[in-house]
């Protein structure tokens, strides 16, 4: 996926054949942020922010059973995964990426660009989650 800098894509996640996904950035940098969805989980609502560019080369492992969301930093971003699972589009849920119950620590600044589909993501509290 390519991004330009202020470009938030996600939380996203598949409710029906969850993926696994092995990120990292091949040009330019992100803020990328997983979040538990597993209501099992003692950490269920908790998320974890990571910065990955292509200077740190450092890479992010995603479970499934997490929502999946980043923030092009750089001018531009090259965003690569590996996956567990393909994409189906009909099992893709959104969570809500400014979701006051998750207290994500966004960068400060403009409000990011988003695609519509993240715009009109739900809040946790109404999400689709995994047992």
């Given at each position: 996926s390519?991004?330009?800098a202020?470009?938030?894509r996600g939380i996203h996640y598949q409710v029906v054949r969850p993926q696994g996904k092995l990120v990292r950035v091949?040009?330019?940098c992100v803020l990328d942020v997983a979040v538990d969805l597993r209501r099992s989980s003692e950490r269920f609502g908790q998320w974890?922010?990571?910065e990955l560019s292509?200077?740190?080369c450092r890479q992010l492992w995603i479970p499934p059973g997490f929502g999946h969301a980043f923030l092009a930093r750089s001018e531009s971003a090259v965003f690569l995964y590996k996956t567990t699972d393909y994409w189906y589009p009909a099992?893709?849920?959104t969570l809500l990426w400014n979701d006051p119950a998750l207290r994500?620590?966004?960068p400060a600044g403009p409000a990011p660009t988003l695609a519509a589909k993240d715009a009109a993501g739900l809040p946790l509290a109404?999400?689709?989650t995994f047992a």
């Open positions: 390519r991004s330009h202020g470009v938030l091949a040009s330019g974890v922010a990571v292509a200077a740190n099992h893709e849920r994500i620590d966004w109404k999400a689709d």
